[in-house]
């Protein structure tokens, strides 16, 4: 009895300063000072910011909230021992919109594994460049698959265009990588060496679509296995288990013509090609960049300036290349081979974020010395990590896809010092963990085995598509307002 | 001998009788062991005689004479002896002890002489019974007469004590007196009167019985006490007293006067002493106390205990008894105030220490009343122990062992210093049908080829799984082994099913790559038909050991393009490094069991002849031109350019299942049937360097890992893998650091197999392992 005596005397009020970054949901500024009892969480302080006497919102819009740039997880008083402050001080609570837990949305079946997917919208990349228009609704979801065709879905789960077979000009084996380049334009790779680019065309009801094939890219010799576009100086970059990158374009005049060795194909192959009718134009690669050791898992295009392109590879490193020259400006070594890579630009110019087969994601600055380039580890998932993208609509989110059968919706202001077997430095841990909906409830199999995620698309106005083993395209989005996660 | 006798003239005679009875007995020997038996005869009739006859006077009187003889005569000559022994004894002692030895042999053979030969005649007495009538004894002239019978007294049955105060003891048959002879004590004293010894009284001690002699001193008493004088010399019988005490007896003591009036003032000139002292103070002359010295706190101060032996002793004030013992505290009462009573920790503690460190021997404990109280528990304990003291049994006193128990274990490193080395299943390859019976990691490091029961050879890609090309090439067989070509300039996988070998391009590679390696498999089609050319060009119609031929379109549509096929089930194929050529093991073939295939001439040959044993695996040196043979106990390496035996390794397994060479090419590690894991160190010796039985059935597969981590993996019958960390240091003084870093499960045990096949990623630590579930499984 005494000792809840004391502990209620000890909840003490603490002066809080409300301060936030959105405009539109800023407090006046008498109202941004306050006293709360130190014994309330993230829900009860979001409670207080809806109440009536402070924002007065019409629907509560749940709220996070940062201290030094790190959410509170604990009560203000845990806070306040744990970094030694006294009751006195006044803390500076940042207060940002809450990310808002993805929920289970539509899974689009397949007939074979999904290896990537990729979202068309008024928001994602390909919609916005060169002034594209996509209008509401007409958000379009782009599917590879093993069994070599591409598949272009609208929200409900609709089947819009599904592209050739082989033997009109498609992909003979499986798809491994595909994006749109524009609403009316697809480049897709797959492991029979090519990268393909696909005409999109929508009937006006927008209900039914065609892909047709119009380019062939010769030039590696392994499996492709990542591609990353850039629509307004229509470049290709390619990530080849060969070890080489390529950069290509999408324009037919343009391009160099394919080199004549690659386009015999192998005995086997030929025996195929007989019954193609081959009418799609074949080209080269503007340049192969081949100063990897190992398989290439992932290339992209700095978001901010498309003649810098970043490589992550299974022989551990990060390259940097200068693509107007190609040449390799830098080289950066981690621990572990890397299977995926996404730029960060929110952050910084060069933040990138690679994941590992060691079953982490890995943060890297290459601005900052050579001797500490890790900046953070974010680390939660149970098996490689093969796919990542940012989050559209925060600096700090990330999603990641993994071999475990789960994405991870990642904040990297969530975070705490790492412990001695983790390699110290700065650990970040999932905010969201984004179960497969083919695989729910049950026990997550040995080696994510069924269940696999091979691509995941994050977007703003579809939210996060992910494909997978389970021959599924799930799309999962945060809705309406949560329930506290932890009252 | 001989000058002893020649001193003793008297004992000639004897001496020379005695001589002759010798001769006689040596000469008539037979007659001796004749006469031996019939004396003892006529011995026992004299007895039994003698018994019947008790009663007749004569034959009494005639024994009694015998036996007087007899008497007389031995102590006689005795007493002669002994005068002689005394007479000869002051003249010669040296021959003492011979004559003593001849005297005691001489009475014996007389004694001998006389049962022998009987001295009397039987005759016919008056009454018609028998007369011993004896001869008549002629003594010699100079003879001892001890036998005449002077002795003879005629007093009769009466005690010789009678004549005691006689000189005489008795009377002879003439009625002379018998004088008492001399006795010997008689001679001695004579003898010893003839010169005194110093001291001689002639009296006997009564205490001792021997002469009482007496020392100059005693002499010199007696002849004081004789004289009326003091015995002892010197004394003073009146010596002048010393009065220690007045003999005055005073009868008033003390004085009754008053006292002087000196006695009540205080003293002036005490009082000036005094003074001078306190002035000497105020002054700082005299220092009313001796600063405290600086003591050496080194000096060592000796503690002696006084009461170490004490002895109870009579109250004294002088006697300072020990202290006593501190009477029993609250903590030994039977209920103790509850601060003694010890709290749980305490008791704990008080359990863990040994007996000897405890503090107390008991611990406090509680009881409500004295009733309750239970029986002192080592009553027993220490009545015994007590017995054993008493008895002095030595008993052994436990010493405890102060290691900590740590320490015992050899310093590995923690598993976790070692990473990296596979630790979890990261992906599953699902698709055969019954056994997966091997796998290998295509030299690039992205393709996973795996065959099986099911006939098929499978490629799949390494990170996701995905099977990417199969073919079926065994038909009803099983795949049992599948090998990539080592080398990055063509992709050949080979495969055994059965008796034939593949060769196969999966039509997994570019085109580029595609051509040339079906260039380098159509290579050889022209050399083979000049081996076998060769073959049958010695006369004898030879069949090829191996045949050369396209496996038929249906299997070269799906890119099978080589099938070799030998006379048995090919178990094992191993590649050069090169990829020229590759060895395959057919265990069941009795010479052809071991089989080198080289690529570019599609050509087969049997380098051995003769086997020692059924050969299990071969594998080519990572470095050197040498080859290895298992068989199923020992491991013999060739020099394939010399063409010898280079070594045998015997790692003391009973059947080798599977062996590797580490890629510097001085280790080996061989897994075996009977469970354990072998690591060799080739320079070291033939016999393993480290054995590893960590498995619960058999071993079937080991590998090293060839892409620069110090790892290695052996799989197992139980469904598990289980990763090393074995460094090989280049320092030749070091020995390679073994330590077990992972136990990796996860297949399942169908039909007592579990593991059949293990992997290495070329450049990362990650394995793969070919399960009998049908499951290859990727680890990292």
Known sequence: MADSGAQSSRYGPVQVHFITNSPDIELPEGKRQLLVPTNVRRYGLSQILNSESMLDTPAPIPFDFLINGTFLRTTLEEYLTTNGLSSETTLNLQYVRSLIPPLFEASFEHDDWVSCVDILSGSSRAGTWDGNEVAAGQERILSGSYDGLLRVWNKSGQTIATSTASSAGGHTVSIKSAKFISPTQIASSSLDRTIRVWKYNEAEDHFSGDLKPVLELYGHKGGIESIDVHGPSNRILSASTDGSIGLWTTLKNSAPAADSTFLTSGPTAKRRKLTTSTSTPQRGPLSMLSSHTAPVTAAIFNPLDSTVAYSASQDHTIRTFDLTTSTLVDTRTTSHPLLSLTALPGISTQLLAAGTSARHITLLDSRISAQSTQVMTLRGHTNKIVSICHDPKSNYGLVSGSHDGTCRVWDLRSSRTGTKDEG???????????????????????????????????????????????????????????????? | MAPSTMDRKRKAVTRDVTELSDVESEAEFGDGLLEGILSQSEDSENESDENEDSDEAEDEEDLDELEDLGSDEIPSEESE??????NGGLVKSNGKNSRLSDLVHRQAQTKEEKEDKPNYTVTTDANGGERYVYEEIDPVYDSDDSDAPVTTNTVGNIPLTFYDSYPHIGYDINGKKLMRPAKGEALDALLDSIDIPKGWTGLTDPATGKPLNLSQDELEILKRIQTNEMPEEGYDPYPATVEYFTGIEEIMPLSAAPEPKRRFLPSKHEAKRIMKIVRAIREGRILPYKPPEEREDEEEEVHYDIWQDEQPRPDHVMNIPAPKAPPPGYDLSYNPPPEYLPSKSEKQAWDNTDPEDREKEYLPTTHDSLRKVPAYDKFIKERFERSLDLYLAPRVRKNRLNIDPASLLPKLPKPEELKPFPTVCSTLFRGHEGRVRSLAIDPLGVWLASGGDDGTVRVWELLTGRQLWSANIGDEEAVNVVRWRPGRDAVILSA?????????????????????????????????????????????????????????????????????????????????????????????????????????????????????????????????????????????????????????????????????????????????????????????????????????????????????????????????????????????????????????????????????????????????????????????
């Open chain 2, 81 to 86: 002896d002994d005068v002689e022994d005394q």
């Open chain 1, 424 to 487: 110290n430095g700065l650990v970040g841990e999932a905010v969201y963990v984004v179960e497969r909906d083919s695989q729910k409830g049950g026990k997550r199999p040995v080696g994510g085995e069924g269940i696999k995620v091979f691509g995941v698309a994050w977007d703003k106005d579809v939210g996060i598509v992910s494909g997978g083993e389970d021959k599924m395209v799930q799309v999962n989005r945060g809705r309406g307002v949560t329930r506290p996660d932890n009252p």
């Open chain 2, 496 to 780: 055994a099913a059965g008796e034939d070998i593949y060769l196969l391009v999966p039509p997994v590679v570019d085109p580029e790559t595609e051509t040339a390696s079906r260039d380098l498999l159509d290579a050889g089609f022209g050399y083979a038909t000049n081996a076998t050319q060769a073959l049958t060009a010695n006369g004898q119609k030879k069949e090829p050991v191996a045949k050369w031929t396209r496996p038929g379109f249906r299997l070269e549509d799906e890119g099978v393009l080589i099938k070799i096929t030998v006379r048995t089930t090919v178990k094992v194929i191993s590649w050069h490094r090169r990829g020229d050529f590759f060895s395959t093991v057919s265990p069941t073939a009795q010479k052809s069991a071991v089989a080198i295939h080289t690529l570019s001439k599609h050509l087969t040959q049997i380098p051995f002849r003769r086997l020692p044993g059924i050969p299990q695996t071969v594998q080519f040196h990572p470095s050197r031109p040498l080859f290895f043979v298992a068989t199923q106990r020992t491991i013999r390496s060739y020099d394939l350019q010399k063409q010898e035996l280079v070594k045998i390794i015997q790692p003391g397994a009973r059947w080798i299942s599977s062996f590797d060479i580490h890629p510097g090419g001085d280790n080996l590690i061989v897994g075996s049937y009977d469970r354990r894991l072998l690591w060799h160190d080739l320079d070291l010796s033939t016999r393993p360097y480290k054995t590893m039985r960590f498995h619960s059935k058999a071993i079937r597969a080991v590998k090293y890992h060839k892409g620069g981590f110090p790892l290695f993996a052996d799989a197992s019958d139980d469904g598990s893998l289980q990763i090393f960390h074995g460094k090989v240091v280049s320092d030749m003084m070091e020995n390679a650091t073994i330590v077990p870093v992972k136990v990796l499960k996860g297949h399942k045990v169908k039909s007592a197999l579990g593991v059949m096949d293990i992997d290495w990623h070329p450049r990362e630590p990650w394995c793969v392992s070919a399960g009998a579930d049908g499951t290859c499984r990727l680890w990292m």
